[in-house]
T-cell receptor
Framework: AQKITQTQPGMFVQEKEAVTLDCTYDTSDPSYGLFWYKQPSSGEMIFLIY??????QNATEGRYSLNFQKARKSANLVISASQLGDSAMYFCAMRFAGFQKLVFGTGTRLLVSP | KAGVTQTPRYLIKTRGQQVTLSCSPI?????VSWYQQTPGQGLQFLFEYFSETQRNKGNFPGRFSGRQFSNSRSEMNVSTLELGDSALYLC?????????????FGPGTRLTVL
């Protein structure tokens, strides 16, 4: 079964600190993509970062990096230098070759304090 | 470039009624996917359309249907509304529907069923 697990319902971090949001996945398909999305209270899903299953290097996008450990089936999101505007829900998602369907985790609510 | 737009943004209906939600993808995008987000079930895939054809379908009853027009705009219809259909309905578009393609989400339509 294809499943995404996010074990942290909520995380707290102080402004300017780094934070890691955990994501593990379960699949037997060798070809897949892993995504992280941010959902502010407004509801819109904002794409943050993508990692392909065959990518050799960990993905980075500005302050976001993805710690991809294929053997452990984990794809943790690292946010460096947190900002107040980073407070939101964060979703890890997986997609398979040939399909547009995204399978989402339950999300982690991040709260950044001054 | 304009983003994904969804109309209406908010909707209140009563049980038994039907509703139609609309999604206009980013210009040039041919794949449109729909998701339902509820506090209890999280984010779940409804269906995906590409070039006016439904390519993938999630595990939802037949009351949920959709279509895509030649200009890639998509509509989603829910007939005989139930209280449990209250949710945020998100639409996402991508260029061609390849696994690596980023999906851009709209702001969502928040449906309340009374």
């Amino acid at each position: 079964a294809q499943k995404i697990t996010q074990t942290q319902p909520g995380m707290f971090v102080q402004e300017k600190e780094a934070v890691t949001l955990d994501c593990t996945y379960d699949t037997s398909d060798p070809s897949y993509g892993l995504f992280w999305y941010k959902q502010p209270s407004s509801g819109e899903m904002i794409f943050l970062i993508y990692q392909g299953s065959y990518d050799q290097q960990n993905a980075t996008e500005g302050r976001y990096s993805l710690n991809f450990q294929k053997a452990r089936k984990s794809a943790n999101l690292v946010i460096s230098a947190s900002q107040l505007g980073d407070s939101a829900m964060y979703f890890c998602a997986m997609r398979f070759a040939g399909f547009q369907k995204l399978v989402f985790g339950t999300g982690t609510r991040l709260l950044v304090s001054p | 470039k304009a983003g994904v737009t969804q109309t209406p943004r908010y909707l209140i209906k009563t049980r038994g009624q039907q509703v139609t939600l609309s999604c206009s993808p980013i210009s040039g995008h041919r794949s449109v996917s729909w998701y339902q987000q509820t506090p209890g079930q999280g984010l779940q895939f409804l269906f995906e359309y590409f070039s006016e054809t439904q390519r993938n379908k999630g595990n939802f009853p037949g009351r949920f249907s959709g279509r895509q027009f030649s200009n890639s705009r998509s509509e989603m219809n829910v007939s005989t509304l139930e209280l449990g259909d209250s949710a945020l309905y998100l639409c996402a578009s991508s260029v061609s529907g390849r696994a690596r393609d980023e999906q851009f989400f709209g702001p969502g339509t928040r449906l309340t069923v009374l």
